[in-house]
């Protein structure tokens, strides 16, 4: 079992960043793949950036590509969303998730999680 805690939401001016984190509870956070997903007004839920157990595999959506950066500290239980040039349509609430997978798997699907923490809201101004 495992609980996800997320913070380091807010409001910010296009253009600007914001670091989300995703502290995990108990003492397996390595055996975890972990994935940030939002979801917008109106819209289905989307992963956003995936990371595998080690750290060594990562997945991006195509429009956070260069923007966005997926890390994990496994020794702090803690996995990161670094998120800059913002945009507007970057505006919705943000959960990270986590699954028990092989160390190389970086799943792509919600289906594929079965941890989920209650999101933070990120809210990008023109």
């Known amino acids: 079992q495992v609980q996800l805690v997320e913070s380091g939401g807010g409001l910010v001016q296009a253009g600007g960043s914001l670091r989300l984190s995703c502290a995990a509870s108990?003492?397996?956070?390595?055996?975890?793949?972990m994935g940030w997903f939002r979801q917008a007004p109106g819209k289905e839920r989307e992963l956003v950036a995936a990371?595998?157990?080690?750290?060594?595999?990562?997945y991006y959506a195509d429009d956070v590509k260069g923007r966005f950066t997926i890390t994990r500290a496994n020794a702090k239980n803690t996995a990161y969303l670094q998120m800059n040039s913002l945009k507007p349509d970057d505006t919705a609430v943000y959960c990270c998730?986590?699954?028990?997978?092989?160390?190389?798997?970086?799943?792509?699907?919600?289906?594929?999680?079965?941890?989920w923490g209650q999101g933070t809201q990120v809210t990008v101004s023109s």
């Open positions: 998730a986590a699954v028990n997978v092989p160390p190389t798997v970086v799943p792509r699907r919600s289906q594929n999680y079965d941890y």
């Open positions: 108990g003492r397996t956070f390595s055996s975890y793949a």
């Open positions: 990371i595998s157990r080690s750290g060594g595999s990562t």
